[in-house]
């Protein structure tokens, strides 16, 4: 049986097994609580591997391991980045988000503002963060395609990219939380085992020495002792001090960013306590942890065993990096059909991480639009549970079709940078509404509109005039150059933007509300009353 079968095969045997679970999910699936926050039904445990599942991207998996095998320290930075973010969600938002809101982000602003225009903004942003990051997942399933069948049509890619849409669609419409997050908890535990395994196989060749392995990885790259040392994708002579400042960038907007990402957020609300949520981001912290270590072996691995150059070939950006790794590996100590078997094995679970993330993603997104938006804004906080339970399965399909539509135009960007963009729009406008809010008396809903706008408008308009969409051969308009800003991650510029823009609203806006404040603190730090309170909202 060749690779292709084998792996084809195992997909199917994923994708049936989550179908029967959305199948289960859609029986049980009986309001806009069960939908949005599957019931509440979830253990810290449980929702800790879900939140694993959500977080591990095909960036990660894909990404991360392709820009360590061709940048070696500068690629490591992205799972330093990713990890340490965790913490600024544990301490800062995890259980306060969860104590003061009930379904999205923008409960916790609507609260203690006026809802219709904050609600409008939260709306607004978490469906732009959710398509950059959706970007990232459509594109890392044609890379997968492409390498597995060897595939150079365009066509082939997009086909492909379609098919990963049309399934995230129905896990979302059909299965709703409860079916997306069994999905998300059936991948963590797949990826987790499918990484370890290929990570200690690795390290097999090596004989347990991370420092053999690290020393073969810098004398295949054709970098020598520069593959260990920060410069080869930031900061070098070339770059100057646009370098450093797009390295600088990277790292605020990837330690920043976990806590303000709609898909993420609403993961909080789908345990039935505080301490859950609390328990939830440890165990997260833990399952997310211990697989970037793993990248680190993943990474490196594939720069000493597979090549930097037969990287670049299969992948420019090096999407490919870890089922190339996983080929050879196998190929080194089972013989033709071992390597044959593990690549197949390794592509299944990244079709399985990218099926996991995307369901989330849309679920997040059409959950905003048809609770924050339709319910609250259009329909005046007067529309049924019904009614926004069935405006969100449509919404999935808009937003689903959307993310296919863009993520065929931009098949030539690296999975990790695009995810690194979607981290930095998150970062600059929920970010600071979301910290204003919890901790700010004085902060009012002119703020909350100032911050969301114009954090997302710095990030976003940027990132239009950066390299990313032109002025490069990597970029997602190669024929054209209009780019002046020389930052590739605008989060150094857009992030303490937002934050002003938060402050400044604030302060020229005579709105306050004192005693809602006093009521939102009592009930962020302990929880009483929440869920009573936000029912009316």
């Known amino acids: 049986m060749s690779h292709e079968t084998l792996a084809v095969t195992l997909f199917l045997l ?3 097994g989550t179908l029967l679970i959305t199948v289960w999910a859609s029986r049980n699936t009986k309001d806009a609580t069960d939908f949005y926050a599957g019931g509440r039904s979830f253990s810290g445990v449980q929702n800790g591997l879900a939140i694993g599942g959500d977080y591990m991207s095909a960036a990660s998996f894909l990404g991360i391991a392709g820009l360590i095998a061709l940048y070696g320290y500068d690629g490591f930075l992205y799972s330093i980045g990713f990890l340490v973010a965790w913490l600024v969600a544990l301490l800062l938002v995890a259980e306060l988000l969860r104590n003061s809101g009930r379904f999205t982000m923008a409960d916790v602003l609507a609260f203690r503002m006026s809802p219709r225009p904050v609600r409008t903004a939260a709306g607004v942003s978490t469906i732009a963060v959710s398509i950059f990051y959706l970007l990232a997942q459509m594109v890392g399933a044609g890379a997968l395609v492409a390498l597995l069948f060897g595939f150079t049509s365009e066509f082939a890619k997009a086909a492909t990219i379609a098919l990963v849409g049309a399934l995230m669609i129905v896990y979302v419409v059909f299965g709703g939380m409860k079916g997306t997050t069994w999905v998300q908890i059936v991948k963590a535990i797949l990826l987790m085992g499918g990484a370890t395994l290929v990570t200690v196989l690795v390290l097999g060749e090596f004989g347990f020495n991370l420092s053999t392995l690290l020393r073969d990885a810098a004398d295949q790259s054709g970098k020598s002792g520069a593959f260990l040392e920060p410069g080869l994708r930031y900061a070098t002579e070339a770059q100057g001090l646009a370098g450093k400042l797009d390295l600088i960038s990277l790292g605020l907007a990837l330690v920043l960013g976990t806590a303000g990402l709609p898909h993420i ?6 345990v039935p306590t505080a301490r859950d949520a609390r328990k939830s981001v440890l165990w997260g912290i833990g399952i997310i942890g211990a697989f970037y270590l793993l990248t680190l072996v993943l990474g490196f691995g ?3 065993l597979v090549g930097t150059n037969a990287i670049r070939e299969a992948n420019p950006a090096g999407n490919t990096a870890a089922p190339q790794l996983a080929e050879r590996v196998g190929e080194l100590v089972f013989g033709e059909a071992g390597g044959t078997i593990l690549l197949a094995i ?9 099926l996991a993330v ?3 993603l849309t679920l997040a997104s059409s959950s905003s639009f048809a609770h924050d938006l339709y319910a609250h804004v259009f329909k005046r906080g007067k529309a049924t ?10 919404a999935a399909l808009v937003i689903g079709a959307v993310a296919i539509v863009l993520g065929i135009f931009a098949q030539r960007l690296n999975v990790a940078f695009l995810v690194a963009l979607a ?4 970062a600059s406008g929920n970010l600071p509404a979301i910290l204003y809010s919890l901790f700010w008396r004085r902060f009012n809903t002119a703020g909350a509109v100032s911050a969301i706008y114009g954090g997302l408008g710095a990030a976003l308009f940027l990132v239009v005039f950066s390299p990313v969409v032109s002025g490069s051969d990597k970029a997602l308009f190669t024929g054209a150059d209009f780019s002046w800003f020389p930052l590739e991650n605008p989060g150094i510029v857009s992030i303490p933007f937002g ?22 603190e009592v009930r962020s730090l302990t929880g009483a009353g929440a869920e009573q309170a936000t029912k009316h909202q």
């Open 302 to 304: 594939a720069a000493a």
């Open 346 to 354: 390794i592509a299944a679970v990244a079709f399985a991480t990218i």
């Open 423 to 426: 981290f930095a729009v998150a």
């Open 385 to 394: 549970e019904r009614d926004e339970v069935r405006v969100a399965r449509i």
């Open 265 to 270: 957020l609403i993961r909080f609300y789908t």
């Open 14 to 16: 994923f994708v049936a």
């Open 358 to 360: 995307v369901a989330g």
């Open 499 to 520: 934050f002003l823009c938060g402050w400044l609203g604030t302060i020229l806006s005579k709105e306050s509300n004192p005693a809602k404040y006093a009521e939102i």
